[in-house]
């Protein structure tokens, strides 16, 4: 028992200042931050795991949940110590090599949360010695991270209107950024930010701008004030731009646009903001005026390319990957990465030529992708060793339908609804992209279209996995598959890799248990 | 009220009758009239899965597990008012058909239908156990099923669902082993390195896709051939009125 003892006395001083998170890098064992670092690369330098080893990865823990939601979340690893979040709400921390919870906070929820496709949480923030973590009743809070205590409840919005908070908060500096859910309510959708120690609300920026801002004009009448755009993935930051990168999701009503003329400005884009001010600085709008429910609802990826230009790069989930200049948001590339079958490709300026005939109607329109995308929230990686960029894809189309909307607080707000396509089965892929071409390097084929992210690592491995349960590892540089593990029930989370007592594990929530591999 | 559906309904309607209700939400599968096609046959006066209403509202928000019944996406009002529209569906006399049933039991006993099929625990387990059949389909869909097995395949894809958890149902498959052995039966499972099969002797076989030589899916094929030109006219309605007579109650 005593190492046990020894990482416990060691959590009570466990201290995540900015700086910290900022270098992650030099902590490779450690896991600060939502995708490790402010990159959203999902790289882990450990490299004690390799493709010559994999094959005697074997699970070392599981600890089981008591919820039947499905289990989404990115665990945070500090000094030996775990933090996951757990659905609906709930927060644990976990010792990193046994796998023993040390404590335990239990949300009590109101019995009527809105969350369109369940009670699900993302993920935590750290900072200082505090936890951050959103609520299905749309509240942040600020958890002692020694003992679980809720040191401020803040509630971001009224959950009776349909918003909640699914997304793993960012810590930047000494701010809490927080998105919301809630796009197939009607909310209008908008990032936070809050103070760390107080929980004051420090900025708000609405991702559907009201009268006399810019951007209003691209709403017809009153249909703003239902526009959605909601921020449900954590973004990125980069601490010399001092700029947050954050994903919006579709406008509201998600099928039908004929309510909403107008490109419908900052639905299904990509926002960078001023981290101090929350002020707009640029944004990128991968989908105008969307029908199909296409949220950009995913980790924008920075990247150096060439000469050391900053970028960002974004697998869309309309199915086009894209490279940004990420200081003026300027269009560098873009090319389809998945089967689509609604657009003729992009203009110089990154925007769509649609194809005719692609709108959601009575009778049903079959596009790809389906409205779950070419791929998804789940995280895609980006190794800086091989220089290709990991997406989990889907292989799905859907046959659109449209109705007419009427708006309730509170109640589901879509004008329309999906149908799958009769005798044809989804598929799916884990696929390497060029990122200067978007060409796809190698691909393996999945069975269904996945629901989990992917983690690339300095040891040559991408570990992903399955609706089946497989949890699986392939060779970075040629998609080989080179270990498998079946869980038993659905692998709906982003994998991830940290040391404890040295030794190198990985870890993805599967089903119902959070499994932690480690070569023995 | 818990809203974690993993699976889509479909459109959602304008008007908000219960005949509008129904016919967005629920007669793309069960019929216009609620009397059976690909879902099943609700004008029966005790629905399997919903022996009381609030059973019923169950399965209309939450949808069956494993099935092609997905979650629907309307307000716990709205599910309530579907509750009393079903309900009345089932208070509507049953139609006679044209055959007889007693007739059609010994014409599928004489085409020894119970090498694939089970009713009350006795056949085989090939294609869909019938003992609530004449409950899940119409007369008119189980007529298609006779004569054209393969416009009445079950098809999973016809809904969105959000989480694929399991295959298609019925799906034919062929293999042939790297050791050379070929295999004919109905896919079970699969995921991206194994496949688990029945084949027509009810054998399970599981294997890893790499010990295959080759995968054939036979999509829209049944092993079923048509019984069109096996049964007369006049057998054909005695068969399905042996079926629609099969409602698991006996």
Sequence with gaps: ?520 | MRWSSLLLGCALAAAESPEALFTSHCAGCHGPKGNGGKGANLAVPRLMRASTDEALFNVIAYGIAGTEMPASRMTDEEAWVLVGYVRSLGRVAPQAGPGDALRGEKLYRRENCEMCHTIRGYGGPIGPDLTEIGARRSAAYLRTSLVDPEAAIPDNFVFYRRIIFLPDNFLQVRIVTQDGRRITGVRLNEDPFSIQIRDYSSQFHSFLKSELKELHKDWGKSPMSSYAKIYSREELDDVVAYLVSLRGDR
Excluded at chain 1, 213 to 231: F, L, N, R, V
Excluded at chain 1, 262 to 289: I, M, R
Excluded at chain 1, 303 to 321: E, H, P, Q
Excluded at chain 1, 466 to 473: D, H, M, Y
Aim: net charge neutral; proline share 8%.
């Design chain 1, 1 to 520: 028992m005593r190492p046990v003892l020894a990482l416990i006395g060691m959590a009570c001083c466990a201290q995540v200042p900015y700086d910290r998170i900022r270098q992650a890098d030099a902590e490779p064992g450690n896991w600060l931050t939502y995708s490790r670092t402010y990159s959203g690369q999902r790289h882990s330098p450990l490299k004690q795991i390799t493709a010559a080893n994999v094959h005697r990865l074997k699970p070392v823990w599981m600890y089981q949940v008591n919820d039947l939601a499905q289990f989404e979340t990115t665990p945070l690893v500090v000094d030996g110590i775990m933090f996951i979040s757990e659905p609906p709400s709930n927060v644990t921390a976990l010792e990193t090599r046994s796998g023993r919870p040390l404590w335990a906070y239990r949300r009590s929820l109101p019995p009527d949360p809105r969350v369109c496709c369940g009670q699900v949480n993302r993920g935590l923030t750290m900072l200082g010695d505090r936890l951050f973590v959103g609520t299905v009743d749309a509240h942040l809070l600020a958890l002692d991270s020694k003992t679980g205590r809720v040191i401020w409840d803040m509630e971001v919005a009224d959950y009776r209107s349909g918003h909640s908070v699914t997304v793993a908060p960012l810590a930047v500096k000494d701010k809490v950024i927080v998105g919301i859910a809630g796009g197939e309510y009607g909310i209008r959708g908008f990032i936070d930010a809050y103070d760390a120690k107080t929980g004051r609300r420090v900025w708000r920026f609405w991702t559907v701008p009201g009268p006399g801002e810019p951007g209003h004009e691209t709403w017809a009448g009153d249909s703003w004030k239902t526009g959605s755009a909601a921020t449900w993935v954590t973004g990125t930051y980069d601490p010399e731009l001092n700029l947050v990168y954050w994903g919006t999701g579709n406008p509201g009503p998600d099928y039908n646009g004929d309510v909403r003329q107008g490109d419908n400005l900052y639905s299904c884009s990509l926002v960078a903001l001023d981290a101090e001010t929350g002020k707009l600085k640029w944004h990128f709008q991968f989908t105008p005026h969307d029908t199909h429910d296409w949220d950009s609802n995913h980790v924008p990826v920075l990247i150096d390319g060439a000469g050391g230009r900053k970028l960002v790069i974004v697998a869309n989930r309309n199915s086009f990957y894209y490279v940004l200049d990420r200081a003026t948001g300027k269009f560098v590339r873009g090319v389809p990465y998945a089967r689509q079958t609604w657009a003729k490709g992009l203009d110089d300026n990154g925007r769509p030529m649609v194809l005719p005939n692609t709108e959601p109607t009575l009778q049903g329109t079959l596009v790809y992708p389906g409205l779950h995308g070419g791929t998804n929230w789940y995280s895609p990686a980006y190794s800086p060793d091989t220089r290709l960029f990991y997406v989990a894809v889907r292989e799905e189309g859907t046959v659109y339908h449209v109705a007419t909307p009427q708006y309730r607080p509170g109640r589901y707000f879509a004008g329309g609804g999906p149908r799958g396509i009769p005798g044809v089965e989804p598929g799916g892929s884990v696929k390497a992209l060029r990122v200067e071409t978007g060409e796809t390097a190698w691909e393996f084929p999945l069975h269904s279209p996945p629901w989990a992210g992917l983690l690339s690592t300095a040891g040559g491995l991408v570990y992903g996995g399955t609706n089946e349960g497989i949890f699986f590892a392939l060779d970075a540089s040629s998609g080989k598959p080179l270990w498998r593990f079946p869980t038993g029930g659905p692998v709906l989370a982003n994998p991830m890799s940290y040391t404890s007592e040295g030794k190198q594990y990985v870890a993805v929530a599967a089903g119902h248990a959070l499994f932690a591999f480690a070569v023995d």
